[in-house]
């Protein structure tokens, strides 16, 4: 079965088009929010609304797994990992979450419990991050015990805060030799599913300590602080990296700017235990789940300022390459042992 965003070709074909396209609202591959309008007044200023969603399920829920093999982490509920990954999409635009929607669809036999656990768990989080509930839709739908969340958040961004260029105009015109950063690696959200999901099967090539040390903790999921980082520091453009992997991202990358991508494969930060679980369970590193990860694009002569930032707050990142005039989509290897084109990739 086929899980996580539809794939590039579809969603460009059969949804984005038939999508009407107005003034500042556009909507696009490689966007990961989308602006409303100008908000009514707020704190004596008027800001720009944006809305963005997240999407979890119980397929991709951090399982009982990671919690008995690493106690540093705890178990991160499936509408707690739709929360997250809607407050990193509006992270890469710099806006501040205040309201959210929770709609759960859930199986015929999805138990009241379950339902009210989940609830707890939101609203709990919703306190602490300062955001108010404002309504939702729950409905059961298909069959089984489980149930999905998506959660819609709306948010502000002030348009005369440097770090709003990603929303407020194309003043940052993508240009050849603009720099790709990447922070994260690549599939450790991913790895780590997969290694709850498959344990008896990786217990028989790696040890219960080494397994523990490639899990991927809840801190690790958000992105808020490099994004921040990144648009402080000049980058015009992020896109936080989930389903389809560091491969998709970089295709939708491509597709937002207009503009070809060349990337260096060595220069991708991945992890060797997560290639290690990759190998033994026959998956792509590059492609799976990337949740914590986010991708940044700035001009060349923004790049310094942008590692200062990166580099004063400890943030570990890597310019990966760059983007060319040259409509090609590529991931090469500087030692020319693989050349990988991304045009055609379907996550």
């Not at 768990?121 to 404002?134: C, D, G, P, V």
């Not at 409905?139 to 005369?160: C, I, K, N, R």
């Amino acid at each position: 079965m086929k899980r996580g965003t539809v794939g590039t070709r579809v969603l460009e074909r059969s949804i984005i088009k038939h999508v009407k396209k107005e003034g500042t609202t556009g909507v696009s591959i490689g966007s990961d929010y989308s602006i409303v309008d100008k908000c009514p007044q707020r704190e004596g200023e008027n800001h720009i609304q944006v809305v963005s969603q997240g999407f979890s399920d119980e397929n991709y829920k951090i399982s009982d797994g990671i919690i008995i093999l690493n106690n540093s982490c705890s178990e991160v509920n499936v509408g707690e990992l739709a929360l997250i990954r809607a407050l990193n999409n509006l992270s890469t635009c710099g806006a501040v979450p205040s309201e959210m929607l929770i709609n759960i669809q859930a199986g015929g036999d999805c138990s009241e419990q379950s339902l009210r656990d989940e609830m707890n768990r939101l609203s709990q989080q919703a306190k602490e991050r300062n955001l108010r509930i404002i309504g939702g839709n729950t409905v059961y739908s298909g069959e089984g015990e489980g149930y999905s969340v998506t959660v819609t958040l709306f948010g502000y961004a002030d348009p005369t805060d440097p770090k709003s260029v990603s929303i407020v105009g194309k003043e940052s015109k993508p240009q050849a030799g603009d720099k790709v950063i990447i922070i994260g690696e690549a599939g450790h959200f991913g790895a780590s599913l997969l290694a709850a999901e498959n344990m008896e099967k990786i217990r028989e090539r790696l040890s219960d300590s080494y397994i523990s040390g490639a899990m991927i903790s809840p801190q690790q999921l958000e992105i808020k602080d490099s994004a921040d980082a990144l648009l402080k520091g000049g980058a015009y453009y992020l896109h936080d990296v989930t389903f389809g992997g560091i491969y998709r991202t970089l295709l939708e990358i491509s597709e937002y700017t207009g503009m070809g991508i060349d990337i260096i494969h060595e220069m991708i930060p991945i992890r060797q235990d997560t290639i290690e679980i990759c190998e033994l369970l026959g998956k792509n590193p590059y492609e799976i789940s990337g949740t914590g990860s986010v991708v940044g694009v700035c001009h060349a002569a923004d790049e310094e300022t942008v590692r200062s930032e990166l580099e004063r707050r400890g943030i570990r990142y890597s310019v990966a390459g760059e983007l060319t005039l040259e409509k090609k989509r590529e991931v090469r290897s500087l030692k020319g042992k693989m050349s990988r084109s991304l045009t055609y990739y379907e996550a």
